[in-house]
């Protein structure tokens, strides 16, 4: 079948050992990022099958309608970049395995490294030794201080896991069932979230984006933290109302923050770029090597099975009946 994979930056699907899984099959990699709908359905005209890494390119009806001969999309995890109704009206069947049971442990390592190297100035003082100088100011520890959870799910879980090791309290807010499943686990939970707010040291964001967590973050809980307080972002830009973080760096609460996530990517300008006191990476928290291995031999024993006629993580099934 004649598969296409979208988005391989650094071209490295092919390196991994699950990529022997499409052998036989016609397979086109494509390395950059293109968003426009007529570039697109070019590129795309002959694909059968359509692999996707994560979220890079949104997947919408007008393109679904310029792509007769698509009859699958594989991928791994969640699908809000993906036109599930348009792809249903296409006949085309969309598979996306949710690994409930297997948090992506890449993402909470990289949010750790990021609390660390924001709270020890890592990146900065790198910086001021490259310049010829030495130290730049003092940091902080995170012994002893309050970490603050918002999501109680399997990368919060994951990152609590390594919080507990180097001392730190947790702090949990989440919707009201998450945060039952949080004590039940012997966890702390926030009086309210302004007290959560008010009361963390770090703050470290782990939902997913859906209409109910759009802007959950507002400037005015922001404005509650402290000065010295961190604001962690690895999982989705928009969970923060837009220009709400940057403003309230600017005016000193939160203190610092570390971002991997952007509304608009890959990002090649952004204000947060512009701010001595934030970390800002470029959306790697899922992109190791090793976590490539796992999500993508999830994603081509997808495009396996289909090929078998025995589909799995389908989302659409509806599409197989009509």
């Avoid at 090649?268 to 970390?279: E, G, M, Q, S, Y």
């Amino acid at each position: 079948m004649k598969i296409t994979i979208l988005d391989d930056y650094f071209d490295t699907v092919r390196t991994l050992d699950c990529f022997a899984k499409l052998d036989g099959h016609d397979v086109t990699v494509w390395n950059d990022h293109l968003q426009d709908v007529d570039g697109l359905a070019e590129r795309l005209q002959e694909t059968e099958i359509l692999v996707l890494i994560r979220e890079r390119t949104h997947i919408r009806t007008p393109l679904l309608n310029k792509l007769p001969n698509l009859k699958m999309i594989s991928q791994r995890s969640v699908y809000p970049h993906i036109d599930v109704d348009g792809c249903t009206a296409n006949g085309i069947l969309l598979c996306s395995g949710q690994h409930p049971d297997s948090p992506s442990h890449a993402t909470a390592e990289l949010t750790w490294g990021l609390m660390l190297s924001a709270m020890r100035q890592i990146p900065q003082q790198m910086a001021s030794l490259k310049a010829g100088n030495w130290q730049l100011g003092v940091g902080h520890s995170v012994i002893g201080k309050t970490l603050g959870i918002y999501g109680y799910g399997r990368i919060g879980k994951a990152v609590i896991e390594y919080a507990k090791v180097f001392g730190m309290n947790i702090l949990v807010w989440a919707r009201e069932e998450s945060r039952e499943r949080a004590r039940a686990d012997g966890l702390e939970t926030a009086e309210s979230k302004e007290a959560f707010f008010e009361q963390c040291d770090i703050i470290s964001l782990h939902m997913r984006l859906n209409d109910a967590t759009r802007h959950i973050v507002s400037a005015a809980d922001l404005a509650r933290m402290k000065p010295s307080a961190l604001l962690v972002n690895t999982s989705r830009a928009p969970l923060i109302k837009e220009g709400a973080l940057v403003d309230a760096l600017k005016a000193g609460r939160p203190g610092m923050a570390a971002v991997d996530v952007y509304e608009s990517e890959p990002a090649k300008d952004h204000p947060l770029f512009a701010l001595d006191n934030v970390i800002c990476t470029p959306h790697i928290g899922y992109v190791t090597k090793d976590e490539y291995e796992i999500q993508f031999t999830d994603i081509f024993d997808q495009i396996i099975a289909y090929a078998d006629e025995n589909p799995t993580a389908m989302i659409n099934p509806e599409v197989l009946e009509a």
